[in-house]
């Protein structure tokens, strides 16, 4: 419906729908020469903006009927969608060094973490990641795994107390608790709490709301989404300040990545200034909170429509733990856990696209590519494609325990793919098997919202999610 919905509107644009064994629209002519990749027409001025903006999931599975390689503009800006896992294999490891983040990706940056990991380039990135690198070592991550049994047993008990719950709600409250405990050890009750919890909402909205304020004019007035996230920012960045000088006088030890990045020295002596160190935080304030908050949110959605996995994943809780919490140890046996996990992150992929642009004019593929184009590696459609996956929109956690699934390996890419992969990759595998793991313990789920029509924000949003959660020693 959804598809159709799209494709309607898509004509009413202007835009050419096209078919992938040969597409004769205007861009489409060229297909043959090998020059310029095909792709919708769009309005003039606007191109496929008002489409993308809509729809934007829909929109790029119809932008994947021409071809593997699909260019359209929107925002003012020139896009190629790329659906081909052995290209998005060229650009993220084999040729990496011939593409950049890109404008797109740097003016979302720019919002709110302009020196953060995810935003720098060149020596600036590669000196950040390796300073960093030692927060995620297992070792590391093993001190917070009993914080996250922890917090999630807190939640659960919560949870329990209610007849319904707000699912991508109450998912997002334990897991910024999980977060908060490893980037601050600050209380999220405190006042200090406060600011964080506000600072999380308003990072969130803004994020959201950055695809409708590209379309704005430069000299338009700030949002009102944008002044509250002035306003909470600057009183983020005063209890950043506070923290940096409580750790820098602190006798005794802290085991957060705050206090990492304060250790951090580089090759050359030098240390990161406070500004570079406020930006680290906030870049994993959001990557690290909203992204696994909706990874788990699918993952116990879809584990409540599926009885038939819900009885196996028993049966795992059942042989590894004697219904005692869960600790790291148990993590290699938690291989149902794992499977459920990994093919939420496949049906929905938290971040459903990533951006890159070329150094400089190239040939990808068949195709020339400018340098000012940027590309968007098309996740969300890839690993729902049915040359990849057999019955690709159905859950199927036990997929991943069949041997011999022959498909490119990046076919599957919900953390991103080359040197820039995902940093916390290990770290949010790790916490949502213990989160998914100790909740399935403790609770039984039941389905309010039958049906998700996920939306491409600054992260996949399922929207409100509605369930009844049962301890089960009332089952």
Known sequence: MMSDLNANEAHADGESTGTSNGVEGELGKSQQSGEIPPGPRGLPLVGSTLTLARHGLAFSEQLHKYGDVVAYTAFGEDFVAIYDPELIESI??????????GDFEMAFGDLFAPNGLAFTEGEQWRRQRSALQPAFTPQQIQTHADSIVEKTSISANHWSKRREIDLRDACSKLTLSILVDSLFDVDLNSDRGAVIRNAASAIGDLVDASGAAMVLPEWAPRTPTERRYDRVMAQFDDLISDLIAERREAVSEYDDLLTLLLDVEFADGSRMDESTVRDQLITFFFAGHETTSVALTYAIWLLSGSPSVRSRLNAELEAVSDGSGLTFADLPALEMTECIIKEALRLYPPISSFYRQPRQDLLLGNYQISSDTTLQLATYNIQRDPRWWDN???????????????????????????????????FAMIELKLALATLAQQMEFERITDTITPAAKGVLDPGCVTMRARPISDL
């Open 92 to 101: 993220l490891v084999s040729r990496n060094d011939e593409f950049w983040k």
């Open 392 to 426: 690709p929109d159905t859950f199927d956690p036990e997929r991943w325990q069949k041997e011999g699934a022959s498909r490119p390996e990046y076919a599957y890419l919900p953390f991103g793919g080359g040197p820039r992969h995902c940093i916390g990759m290990r």
